[in-house]
Nanobody, 115 residues
Framework: QVQLVESGGGLVPAGGSLRLSCAVSGDFSRIYSLSWHRQAPGKQRELVASIGIGDRTNYADSVKGRFTISRDSAGSMVYLQMNHLKPEDTAVYYC?????????WGQGTQVTVSS
C-alpha cells in the first residue's frame, strides 16, 4: 500500500510559478516511477511528467522547458516546479506512483492560472 498526498496548488497569474509537492508514504521501496498527471474540465487526464529509475525524467511536449519534476533522495517526496504558467495549464494535478502490479494516486490539487 502506498499513500500520496499532494499540496501546493492555488491561483496564480499567467507567467507565474508554483511548486507542487507530493508526500509518499507506505511501501514506497517498490515504486519504480513517480509521475504528475493533470485533468482539465471536460478533458482526459494526461501525463505531465514522470521520474523513474536513475532519476530519468520524461515530460509532455506542452510543458518541456517550463516544468521540472524532482524527488528527494529517500523517494518520499516528489515535486513539480512549474514556471511560466499559462491559462491552459489550469487543471487538477495528480501525483501517482507506479508499481509492478498497481498504480496509486493522490486526491489531486487544483491549479488555476488566470489570464
Amino acid at each position: 500500500q502506498v499513500q500520496l498526498v499532494e499540496s501546493g496548488g492555488g491561483l496564480v497569474p499567467a507567467g507565474g510559478s508554483l511548486r507542487l509537492s507530493c508526500a509518499v508514504s507506505g511501501d514506497f521501496s517498490r515504486i519504480y516511477s513517480l509521475s504528475w498527471h493533470r485533468q482539465a474540465p471536460g478533458k482526459q487526464r494526461e501525463l505531465v511528467a514522470s521520474i523513474g529509475i536513475g532519476d530519468r525524467t520524461n515530460y509532455a511536449d506542452s510543458v518541456k522547458g517550463r516544468f521540472t519534476i524532482s524527488r528527494d533522495s529517500a523517494g518520499s517526496m516528489v515535486y513539480l516546479q512549474m514556471n511560466h504558467l499559462k491559462p491552459e495549464d489550469t487543471a487538477v494535478y495528480y501525483c501517482s506512483a507506479e508499481m509492478t502490479l498497481k498504480d496509486y494516486w493522490g486526491q489531486g490539487t487544483q491549479v488555476t492560472v488566470s489570464s
